[in-house]
Nanobody, 125 residues
Framework: QVQLVESGGGLVQAGGSLRLSCAAS????????MGWFRQAPGKEGEFVAA????????YYADSVKGRFTISRDNAKNTVYLQMNSLKPDDTAVYYC??????????????????WGQGTQVTVSS
């Protein structure tokens, strides 16, 4: 069983930055790929970013490319999402997810096995 706990959300003005963290417990963290997703009120969930087991390769949604950075520290069992140049459209609940048995993450939520409870990010204009 993998438990994921997000933190770091909050209220920020447009143009500001936040760093989200997702701490994992349970199975060996380095054994699974990780992803970040988000869901805004009244909208479907959206892929944000993914990172492979080793952290050597990343993948981003076009909407956040160049502004967000996903990274991981396998020694700390933690994945991060650095969010810069935030926009009001980035307002959402952000979730981290773990994909076990596979080397890389994907943009499909159904490919992930475990999810955190989410952390709220609100960007004011």
């Amino acid at each position: 069983q993998v438990q994921l706990v997000e933190s770091g959300g909050g209220l920020v003005q447009a143009g500001g930055s936040l760093r989200l963290s997702c701490a994992a417990s349970g199975r060996a963290f380095s054994g699974y790929a990780m992803g970040w997703f988000r869901q805004a009120p009244g909208k479907e969930g959206e892929f944000v970013a993914a990172i492979i087991r080793s952290g050597g390769s990343t993948y981003y949604a076009d909407s956040v490319k160049g502004r967000f950075t996903i990274s991981r520290d396998n020694a700390k069992n933690t994945v991060y999402l650095q969010m810069n140049s935030l926009k009001p459209d980035d307002t959402a609940v952000y979730y981290c997810a773990a994909r076990i048995y596979y080397y890389s993450g994907t943009p499909r939520p159904s490919d992930y096995n475990y999810w955190g409870q989410g952390t709220q990010v609100t960007v004011s204009s």
